[in-house]
C-alpha cells in the first residue's frame, strides 16, 4: 500500500511567471508566494515534485539539456531558502512537432495522466494524500485523471493555495 504524501506542482505559470518556451535562467521569475509553498509542502513532509509539459523542446525551441539546466538552478534557488524540489516529470512530446525523436502521441501530455501515474508509482503516493496544483485546467483535469484531488491556481499567492491543499488531503 502506498505511504507517501505529495504534492504536485505545474511548473510555468503555477510556479514561475509564465514566459514563453521559458528555458533561460535569465527569464526565470518565481510566483509570489512560490518557495514559501514549496517550503511549506516540504515541511509538512510530503514530496514536492513538478509534472510540466515542454513542448517546446519537440518544437525545436530548446534542448532537453537546457531544460535540466533550469530545472536543476531551480532547486539551487530554492535550498536557498530551505526549500527542494523532491523530482521533476516532463513530457517533450507533440504530435506535430518539429523535432522527429519527440514527435508522438505518448500518454504523459498533460491532460494525460501519465506523468503523474508514473511519479506516484516510483515515489509510492498515496493518491488520498495527494494533489496537483495547476494554473489551467488541464492539470486539474490531468490530476482527476489520475485519481488525485486537483487544484486551480488562479493568480496571487501561490502559499494559501498550497496550504489549502496540504489541509484538503491531511497533510
Same mark, same amino acid.
Given at each position: 500500500?502506498?505511504? %507517501?504524501?505529495?504534492? *504536485? *506542482? ?10 514563453? *518556451? ?11 508566494? $512560490?518557495? &514559501? ?21 519537440? /518544437? ?10 533550469? +530545472? ?7 535550498? %536557498?531558502?530551505?526549500? +527542494?524540489?523532491?523530482? *521533476?516529470?516532463?513530457?517533450? +512530446? ?6 522527429? $525523436?519527440?514527435?508522438?502521441?505518448? !500518454?504523459?501530455? =498533460?491532460? %494525460? ?7 506516484? =508509482?516510483? +515515489? !509510492?503516493? !498515496? ?7 495547476? !494554473?489551467?485546467? /488541464? ?5 482527476? /485523471?489520475?485519481?488525485? /484531488? ?16 496540504? &489541509?484538503?488531503?491531511?497533510?
Amino acid at each position: 500500500m502506498a505511504s %507517501k504524501s505529495a504534492v *504536485f *506542482f505545474d511548473r510555468d505559470g503555477t510556479l514561475n511567471v509564465d514566459v514563453h *518556451f521559458l528555458h533561460e535562467i535569465e527569464k526565470f521569475r518565481w510566483v509570489e508566494g $512560490a518557495v &514559501d509553498a514549496v517550503r511549506a509542502v516540504n515541511a509538512r513532509g510530503a514530496l514536492a515534485i513538478v509534472i510540466t509539459n515542454q513542448s517546446g523542446i519537440a /518544437r525545436g525551441y530548446y534542448t532537453e539539456e537546457e531544460m535540466y539546466r533550469l +530545472h536543476e538552478w531551480m532547486n539551487e534557488e530554492l535550498q %536557498k531558502h530551505g526549500a +527542494h524540489i523532491d523530482a *521533476f516529470y516532463y513530457c517533450p +512530446h507533440l504530435t506535430d512537432g518539429a523535432v522527429e $525523436a519527440y514527435r508522438e502521441d505518448c !500518454d504523459c501530455r =498533460k491532460p %494525460k495522466p501519465g506523468m503523474l501515474l508514473r511519479a506516484m =508509482k516510483e +515515489h !509510492d503516493i !498515496d493518491p488520498a494524500r495527494a494533489v496537483m496544483i495547476g !494554473d489551467a485546467a /488541464r492539470d486539474v483535469e490531468c490530476a482527476e /485523471r489520475a485519481g488525485i /484531488r486537483g487544484t486551480l491556481y488562479a493568480g496571487g499567492s501561490l502559499l494559501p493555495v498550497t496550504l489549502e491543499a496540504l &489541509d484538503s488531503c491531511g497533510i
